[in-house]
């Protein structure tokens, strides 16, 4: 089994920043790719950064120039830092792990931590 928990959500101004982190733990062999979804209320849940156990990043378009996703691969763990926070970027973000463990590959999700920009 595999968990995946989020932490770093928050309210913060417009203009702002936050920054989100991302662990995960259990019987992982390896951990292909690591991100950040986010969804708001009445729309689906899009992906917002992507990144490889090799370090290769996809951002939305929304966001590049402003967020910036790291990873630690000793630690299981991502990041998201966001700056310059506009209100469309409130949502609830979702952390997910492709994860190899012993005989399968799966998708894993975190339970969510919600981002609300507002002033």
């Known amino acids: 089994q595999v968990q995946v928990v989020e932490s770093g959500g928050g309210l913060v101004q417009p203009g702002g920043s936050l920054r989100l982190s991302c662990a995960a733990s259990?019987?992982?062999?390896?951990?292909?790719?690591m991100g950040w979804y986010r969804q708001a209320p009445g729309k689906q849940r899009d992906m917002v950064a992507i990144?490889?156990?090799?370090?290769?990043?996809n951002y939305a378009d929304s966001v590049k120039g402003r967020f910036t996703i790291s990873r630690d691969n000793g630690e299981n763990t991502v990041y998201l830092q966001m700056n310059s926070l506009e209100p469309e970027d409130t949502a609830v973000y979702y952390c997910?792990?492709?994860?190899?463990?012993?005989?399968?590959?799966?998708?894993?999700w975190g339970q969510g931590t919600q981002v609300t920009v507002s002033s």
């Open positions: 997910n792990a492709r994860v190899l463990t012993i005989g399968s590959i799966g998708d894993y």
């Open positions: 259990g019987n992982i062999v390896t951990i292909y790719t």
């Open positions: 990144i490889n156990s090799g370090g290769r990043i």
